[in-house]
Nanobody
Framework: QVQLLESGGGLVQAGGSLTLSCAAS????????MGWYRQAPGKQRELVAT???????NYADSVKGRFTISRDNVKNTVYLQMNSLKPEDTAVYYC?????????WGQGTQVTVSS
């Protein structure tokens, strides 16, 4: 079973940037869809962005034009470049794949955007 480890979170001012990384313990080339999710305090976890093995991407409307998801199938890592961050982007960010299900959830990485 592939395990996922998120990193790269932190505290940033509004308008700033962060790049999150999701390192997989195994080969992700066999995993078609990888995604980044986030959960803000008191809210349900929501999908932020997805990327297929062929590098097709989709984004939540709230992050379109600001966030970019990418993957490196050699390094078995998925990235989330976040620009023009807003206070409402504050959340714990997780990566996962639909094929991994609940077993794919890691501890996430905290992103805090100050106004």
């Amino acid at each position: 079973q592939v395990q996922l480890l998120e990193s790269g979170g932190g505290l940033v001012q509004a308008g700033g940037s962060l790049t999150l990384s999701c390192a997989a313990s195994g080969n992700i080339v066999r995993i078609n869809v990888m995604g980044w999710y986030r959960q803000a305090p008191g809210k349900q976890r929501e999908l932020v962005a997805t990327i297929t093995r062929g590098a097709n991407t989709n984004y939540a409307d709230s992050v379109k034009g600001r966030f970019t998801i990418s993957r490196d199938n050699v390094k078995n890592t998925v990235y989330l470049q976040m620009n023009s961050l807003k206070p409402e982007d504050t959340a714990v960010y997780y990566c996962n794949a639909p094929s991994l299900g609940n077993a794919g959830w890691g501890q996430g990485t905290q992103v805090t955007v100050s106004s």
